[in-house]
């Protein structure tokens, strides 16, 4: 038994092709093939059904599946453990939405990294979409996002904290004047939001929907990141409707304003998101609790 052929009838799986498993895997597909063949031989059958529309798992590979994922996720944690005791870094990673990334995670691996100096941290970012199908490819181990987060067999997603979407303008903008606005003010104001896989912005356009205006409301400008939004605010552009965390030094600057929404409130639940397949490194385990304790503070 090699623990490359289960790495590469793992990949198989979770690409559905043997052509996009080599290549993830940096393997010729003749390679790859053979590697699958050696485990059908092993095992005594076929562990796929080829046909022209791709490959899809017999019985005997469903069987299987969940063994390999075991087999190796317990190879990852005796490497983690040798690593430890030979004193060689850990190496852990974990994906974040770009407000998590950008405003929330890098205070947590700080306090992480100068408890665990040793500790090698791979820190993704990038919308909600991509980092969960960097959680269901292997390539990070835990996931923190901001939106909707699908149900899916292979994952589990435990509600973190709660976060706020507020409506955020320049200063000098006649909204900052006013104590208050409603949703119908909004209409024909230029209104500045992220790309379409934001967490933020889907939570937002769903709250919009729900109230009966998204479809009035006009956004003018779409940019790839939360500190372009505040910048182009700040240049009188327009409004945004912002995560508060991401502009919680602004507001106590005074260098943008909030401003409230007669009876339109946008509340969310960042999550954090693991496989349930994968059995977690001890140092993974050690970071996942403090990044729960850091939202009781």
Known sequence: MHLESHEVFRAAVEYGSITKAA?????????????????????????????????????????????????????????????????????????ATLTIGEYVLPEILGAFRRRHPD??????????????????????????VEGVVTEHSDLSAT?????????????????????HVTLADLIDQPLLAREHGSGTRQITEMALERA????????????????????????????????????RSELADRKLCEVPICDFHIHRTLHIVERLDKYPLRLMTELLHTIRQWSLS
């Open 119 to 144: 500790a090698a941290l791979r820190m993704r970012i990038s919308n909600s979409h991509d980092i969960i199908e960097d959680l269901f490819r292997h390539r990070i181990d835990a996931a923190l």
């Open 212 to 247: 009966g205006i998204l479809g009035d409301l006009t956004f003018d400008f779409e940019l790839g990141s939360t500190q372009a939004i505040k910048s182009a605010i700040a240049c009188g552009l327009g409004c945004a409707f912002l995560s508060r965390l991401t502009v």
């Open 23 to 95: 290549q993830a895997l940096h393997l010729t597909q003749s390679t790859a093939s053979r590697h699958l063949q050696a485990l059908e031989d092993e095992y005594g059958g076929l562990l796929f059904s080829r046909s022209a529309a791709g490959i899809t798992l017999t019985a005997l590979g469903a069987t299987l599946y969940p063994y390999t994922c075991t087999l190796l996720d317990c190879h990852a944690q005796a490497k983690e453990e040798m690593r430890r005791q030979s004193g060689m870094g850990v190496r852990i990673s974990v994906g």
């Open 159 to 179: 509600p973190w904290m709660t976060d706020e979407v507020i409506l955020v303008c320049a200063n000098d903008h006649p909204f900052a004047e006013r104590p």
